[in-house]
Nanobody, 124 residues
Framework: QVRLVESGGGLVQPGGSLRLSCAASGRILSIDAMAWYRQAPGKERELVARITSGGSTNYADSVKGRFTISRDNAKNAVYLQMNSLQPVDTAVYYC??????????????????WGQGTEVTVSS
């Protein structure tokens, strides 16, 4: 049906940058909001950044001024530019999107879809 695939994670030193990408594929009629979440070891999954279909954004207080979310509707993609990374940013980052889809050409519905996650490790 619909799949979200993240990429761009890896190991980076404190102060470094990474750019995460997420592309949706499958039977997509439209995409509403898209977002990035993260889950650090032993912690709850938290919202990092969100962008609406109209381009409005919001961010967790911990990443404001450092992270930027953007989207490319033509590619069904969302990105997260992460600058000034610190060890506290270490987590698995998950892509999320509210996608209108259908089943066998009927039964149109909107539901959240999740990627499988990409690991970000910030360490010296």
């Amino acid at each position: 049906q619909v799949r979200l695939v993240e990429s761009g994670g890896g190991l980076v030193q404190p102060g470094g940058s990474l750019r995460l990408s997420c592309a949706a594929s499958g039977r997509i009629l439209s995409i509403d909001a898209m977002a990035w979440y993260r889950q650090a070891p032993g912690k709850e999954r938290e919202l990092v950044a969100r962008i609406t279909s109209g381009g409005s954004t919001n961010y967790a207080d911990s990443v404001k001024g450092r992270f930027t979310i953007s989207r490319d509707n033509a590619k069904n993609a969302v990105y997260l530019q992460m600058n000034s990374l610190q060890p506290v940013d270490t987590a698995v980052y998950y892509c999320n999107a509210d996608i209108k889809t259908d089943y066998s050409g009927a039964y149109i519905y909107t539901k959240p879809f999740w990627g499988q996650g990409t690991e970000v490790t910030v360490s010296s």
